[in-house]
């Protein structure tokens, strides 16, 4: 299983972003996929997940700013993010879990000038 993640860029603040992960080695109808992210000196946290069902769900406080949508055909899950605040500055990352093994992409770096 891999996840390439990608869309990452220097924005300024209030800008917006859609970053990919595309998935190989597993169907994101059979695995759900999650974007978290980290900042720098802090901890990684989730901040959205796609479930395989169909389900969706972004954490509360992001809600009025990222999405978090799939494209069945491509074996993809987006993330757009919106307003984006000097605060959201951190590496974004994908990840699934296949029987029981979880995996991560490389990452992808977004950077939001004030």
């Known amino acids: 299983v891999q996840l390439q993640a990608s869309g990452g860029g220097l924005v300024q603040a209030g800008g917006s972003l859609r970053l990919s992960c595309v998935v190989s080695?597993?169907?994101?109808?059979?695995?759900?996929v999650a974007w978290h992210r980290q900042a720098p000196g802090n901890q990684r946290e989730w901040l959205a997940t796609f479930a395989a069902g169909g389900a969706s769900n972004v954490a509360d406080y992001l809600k009025d700013r990222f999405d978090i949508s799939r494209d069945i055909g491509a074996n993809t899950v987006y993330l757009d993010v919106a307003s984006l605040k000097t605060e959201d500055t951190g590496v974004y990352y994908c990840?699934?879990?296949?029987?029981?093994?979880?995996?991560w992409g490389q990452g992808t770096q977004v950077t939001v000038s004030s």
């Open positions: 990840t699934t879990m296949r029987r029981n093994v979880r995996y």
């Open positions: 080695g597993t169907l994101i109808t059979t695995n759900g």
